[in-house]
């Protein structure tokens, strides 16, 4: 039960340049999440999904795509990179609403230069 | 809108109490909960509080919660240096699957 992973654990992008982060869950949860974190800064929620083919927006996702075709990967796609991406990104996964807890992967640092 | 706030540093010294305090807005608000994140790390878990309770007590934490005034704290007994790490609040509205966290305080335990 590896829990939650995300590919790459670093990437450095130019401006302008896309790319796709992966995250993915072995423990069947519905409900999966990305936020990003700035330097000093909590997180803050770029999409998320409550089930496979079900995807929705959270407070920043400009700049962003989600898809969920399967319960178990949830990538974030990255179109022409800017600056203002630069940061530590985390998925997390839950089983549902409520106390159930978001188990959180360990991160993608992103540097658009 | 929603907005969670928080102290951005606590320095304490090892074996001391420390108290990390935490407001919010969203008086709708179901489950507060505290996280700890480690350098180079994702966040975990500590605990979590339900809107209808005053406090919550688990080993070393205890989390206290003034509904009234939306404000939330995070005592930690015996600090450790390994308890050294940044605390963020989040609070989960009632009609929302979405986390809100606070920007987070970095806690620095002395020798």
């Known amino acids: 039960n590896a829990g939650v992973t995300q590919t790459p654990k670093f990437r450095i992008l130019k401006i302008g340049q896309s790319m796709t982060l992966q995250c993915a869950q072995d423990?069947?949860?519905?409900?999966m999440y990305w936020y990003r974190q700035d330097p000093g800064m909590g997180l803050k929620l770029i999409y998320y999904s409550v089930g496979a083919g079900i995807t929705d927006k959270g407070e920043v996702p400009n700049g962003y795509n989600v898809s969920r075709s399967t319960t178990e990967d949830f990538p974030l796609r990255l179109e022409l990179a800017a600056p203002s991406q630069t940061s530590v990104y985390f998925c997390?996964?839950?089983?549902?609403f409520g106390p159930g807890e978001q188990y959180f992967g360990p991160g993608t640092r992103l540097t658009v230069t | 809108g929603e907005d969670v706030e928080q102290s951005l540093f606590l320095s304490v010294r090892e074996g001391d109490s420390s108290v990390i305090n935490c407001t919010y807005t969203d008086s709708s608000s179901t489950y507060l909960y505290w996280y700890k994140q480690e350098p180079g790390a994702g966040l975990q878990l500590l605990t979590y509080i339900f809107s209808n309770m005053d406090m919550k007590q688990d080993q070393r934490l205890t989390v206290l919660l003034n509904k009234k005034d939306k404000h939330l704290s995070l005592r930690i007994a015996d600090t450790q240096t390994g308890d050294s790490a940044i605390y963020f609040c989040?609070?989960?509205?009632?009609?929302?699957?979405?986390?809100?966290f606070g920007s987070g305080t970095r806690l620095l335990v002395r020798p």
């Open positions: 997390a996964s839950s089983a549902g």
């Open positions: 989040a609070e989960m509205g009632g009609s929302s699957y979405k986390l809100i």
């Open positions: 423990m069947n949860h519905n409900y």
